[in-house]
């Protein structure tokens, strides 16, 4: 398969869109007609607010854990024999079909959390 590189304003468009939905949760719909220059400059602006959202779902993430961690406990405390049953009890009550990472994404803990736990 033969692949095309890109210019650096389509490269630049990329990386923007990219970092764009990174820091909103959606594409930029605001950008034909923009140079190189207004990619670079449009980029470093978002630089402060990309950082603001990442440690923002740091923090979001974090106030998830303990929710869950609390919610494990309960489960254990109502009769869940270990933490496996609790978490087994929290993946039918969330409908995820125990599905690990849909229920890191339903919960708002950080992905790939069960396995780590």
């Known amino acids: 398969m033969l692949m095309m590189?890109?210019?650096?304003?389509?490269?630049?468009?990329s990386f923007y869109s990219d970092y764009h939905k990174d820091t909103y949760g959606?594409?930029?719909?605001?950008?034909?007609?923009?140079t190189l220059e207004?990619?670079?400059?449009?980029?470093e602006a978002l630089r402060p607010i990309y950082a603001a959202t990442v440690q923002a779902e740091r923090v979001?993430?974090?106030?998830a854990v303990v929710v869950l961690e609390q919610r494990i406990a309960s489960y254990i405390e109502m009769g869940a024999k270990d933490r496996d049953t609790a978490i087994r009890w929290i993946h039918e009550a969330e409908?995820?079909?125990?599905?690990d990472q849909y229920l890191c994404?339903?919960?708002g803990v950080p992905y790939g959390y069960f396995s780590k736990a």
Do not use: C, I
Request: glycine share 12%.
């Open 5 to 13: 590189e890109l210019t650096p304003l389509e490269d630049a468009a």
């Open 26 to 34: 959606y594409r930029p719909r605001h950008t034909k007609g923009w």
């Open 38 to 43: 207004d990619y670079q400059r449009e980029t």
């Open 60 to 63: 979001a993430e974090a106030a």
């Open 95 to 99: 409908g995820t079909g125990g599905d």
């Open 105 to 107: 994404f339903t919960l």
